[in-house]
């Protein structure tokens, strides 16, 4: 809940004044970095109603990065470029991003998707689809999942 207030606050407000940008320095520094070891810095775009789960522990989120609404992302949780694919991702509405997963380069992530814990995903991710692996692949959802 911090990291988005502190997200919200520098979003909606950095921009006006020094005094405000300072106020928001301290506040990203203390709160969002010590406390929680996330980075969010204020030029993300973010759509409303994102939960970042269990107090988004370790997270990082490149500054052009665009999430739609209702996503949910959980910890340790990496968004950005990759160094041979200049890009930043495009993450849709109502996306569950599992715990510890990389989303790096030029990469869209559909409407209703699911990306595994851990995964790495470096290619798009078709509209209600569930990507999980290392690197990313998409599953077929006509066969059956064994767990």
């Known amino acids: 809940m911090w990291v988005y207030l502190v ?11 020094v005094a405000i940008r300072v106020l928001y320095g301290v506040l990203d520094l203390v709160v ?45 949780v990496t968004i950005g470029s990759a160094t041979n694919k200049p ?24 409407d209703g998707a699911r990306i595994g814990a851990n995964a790495v995903v470096t290619r798009d991710v078709p509209a209600g689809a569930t990507a999980v692996g290392i690197p990313a692949r998409v599953l077929d959802p006509r066969e059956p999942q064994v767990c």
């Open 32 to 76: 969002v970095r010590s406390w929680a070891g996330a980075r969010v810095p204020a030029q993300v775009t973010i759509g409303e109603r994102v939960a970042f789960l269990h107090d988004a522990q370790g997270l990082v989120i490149h500054p052009r990065v665009v999430i739609g609404d209702d996503v949910r992302i959980y910890h340790q």
């Open 7 to 17: 997200w919200r606050f520098g979003h909606l407000h950095a921009r006006r004044n």
């Open 87 to 110: 890009g930043i991702p495009v993450i849709g509405n109502g996306v569950l991003i599992g715990v510890g997963a990389k989303i790096l380069g030029p990469v869209n992530i559909g």
